[in-house]
């Protein structure tokens, strides 16, 4: 059973940080690429970033580029997004998502077949 779970949301200040993780389990990680989206209340789902199956490609939303970054480790079946510089327009919930690709990337949410639960990330001004 495919399985993605999203930790590490909380409540930040402004100018916070934040790294999120989502641990991947009944796939073979390394043949995914992935990505993160959120969704604020009243606001449909949006990307926020992209990483392809070994790393070497990611993609960013211009509303985080420079402040997030999102990397994985294939040894640990774990995609992260660090998040600084927090914003209250940051708040949402995170999800991770998964599709089976070695061949490229996407900030759209079609092209994910595999979601995790969410986890919620608030940022106080």
């Known amino acids: 059973q495919v399985q993605l779970v999203e930790s590490g949301g909380g409540l930040v200040q402004a100018g916070g940080s934040l790294r999120l993780s989502c641990a991947a389990s009944?796939?073979?990680?390394?043949?995914?690429?992935m990505a993160w989206f959120r969704q604020a209340p009243g606001k449909e789902r949006e990307s926020v970033a992209a990483?392809?199956?070994?790393?070497?490609?990611?993609s960013y939303a211009d509303s985080v580029k420079g402040r997030f970054t999102i990397s994985r480790d294939n040894a640990k079946n774990t995609v992260y997004l660090q998040m600084n510089s927090l914003k209250p327009e940051d708040t949402a919930v995170y999800y991770c998502?998964?599709?089976?690709?070695?061949?490229?990337?996407?900030?759209?949410?079609?092209?994910?077949?595999?979601w995790g639960q969410g986890t919620q990330v608030t940022v106080s001004s």
């Open positions: 990483i392809n199956w070994n790393g070497g490609r990611t």
């Open positions: 998502a998964a599709q089976i690709s070695r061949v490229g990337i996407s900030m759209s949410s079609e092209f994910y077949n595999t």
């Open positions: 009944g796939l073979t990680f390394s043949a995914y690429a």
